[in-house]
């Protein structure tokens, strides 16, 4: 009995494991460096990554609205922090890590269009997710970015809201 319960909650563990991105939904734009905006860079709440923030047009433009609107898309980069030789993380005056090796690139893309085989589970309300290589093929994606960003309808199930919003005031 024991067992079948191990078994049942390693199931639902692994399974909802997979809850959050999905690239045969959300696609990775290519041109991301040239055609989108750096808008913020901060240490990852892991406390081991540097994620440095880009946003599309429509993005920048819909932010003041309180909520992003439909074609808006959010690119991650996420970088290992650099480690000095006694394993400690680097921090420069503002205390952000310096930047390591570029680790993986992650997207989110709001639509009220989705496919129906995209799931709502895997979704924060009409947001997508996906986790890219560094070379913009999926990456084995076991993080549960859905999970995560759906606790923030305030800010639009985003982390970076706030940062947005006052990037597009400058």
Not at 31 to 57: C, S
Not at 135 to 152: I, Y
Request: contains cysteine; proline residues 3%.
């Amino acid at each position: 009995m024991k067992k079948t319960i191990s078994l049942c909650i390693a199931l639902s563990i692994s399974l909802f494991a997979y809850a959050g991105g999905n690239p045969e939904h959300v696609s990775f734009p290519e041109a991301y460096k040239t055609e989108f905006i750096q808008y913020d860079t901060r240490n990852r709440v892991n406390g081991k990554q540097l994620a440095v923030m880009h946003a599309n047009e429509i993005a920048i433009n819909s932010v003041k609205d309180g909520k992003l609107a439909d074609g808006s898309k959010i690119i991650m980069e996420i970088y290992k922090a650099k480690l000095d030789d006694d394993g400690n993380k680097i921090t420069n005056s503002a205390g952000l890590f310096e930047k390591g090796k570029l680790a993986a690139v992650a997207v989110m893309e709001k639509r009220s269009d989705w496919d129906s085989s995209f799931s709502t589970e895997d979704r924060a309300e009409n947001w997508g997710f996906a986790i890219y290589n560094t070379d913009g093929s999926p990456k084995e994606n076991k993080l549960e970015c859905a999970a995560c960003h759906t606790p923030l309808p305030d800010s639009d199930y985003m982390f970076s809201f706030s940062s947005l919003a006052d990037f597009n005031k400058k």
